[in-house]
Nanobody, 120 residues
Framework: QVQLVESGGGLVQPGGSLRLSCAASGSIFSIYVMGWYRQAPGNERELVARISSGGTTVYADSVQGRFSISRDNAKNTVYLQMNSLKPEDTAVYYC??????????????WGQGTQVTVSS
């Protein structure tokens, strides 16, 4: 059974930085896309950033230039470096893996979420 476990969340002051990590346990192969989503109270879950197996990255406009996503395929781990954090970045952050190449049966896995709070 595949589980995604996030770490690295916490409380940080505006302008500060955090680094989130998400590691997969269990047998997992051919992770096509690794991504981060977030959900603030009263809002829908939204994409923050994602990275494909080929290294192509996509960022939400709101985090472009401040956040950086990377992956370690050998460790089945994805990272999100968050710099210049703003109060509006406060949310629960979830990692998401899409397993299987395009055109095949794909599976989607979610982590349990980690809280990020940006406040002075």
């Amino acid at each position: 059974q595949v589980q995604l476990v996030e770490s690295g969340g916490g409380l940080v002051q505006p302008g500060g930085s955090l680094r989130l990590s998400c590691a997969a346990s269990g047998s997992i192969f051919s992770i096509y896309v690794m991504g981060w989503y977030r959900q603030a109270p009263g809002n829908e879950r939204e994409l923050v950033a994602r990275i494909s197996s080929g290294g192509t990255t996509v960022y939400a406009d709101s985090v472009q230039g401040r956040f950086s996503i990377s992956r370690d395929n050998a460790k089945n781990t994805v990272y999100l470096q968050m710099n210049s954090l703003k109060p509006e970045d406060t949310a629960v952050y979830y990692c998401n893996y899409i397993v299987g190449p395009p055109g095949s049966v794909q599976y989607r896995y979610w982590g349990q979420g980690t809280q990020v709070t940006v406040s002075s």
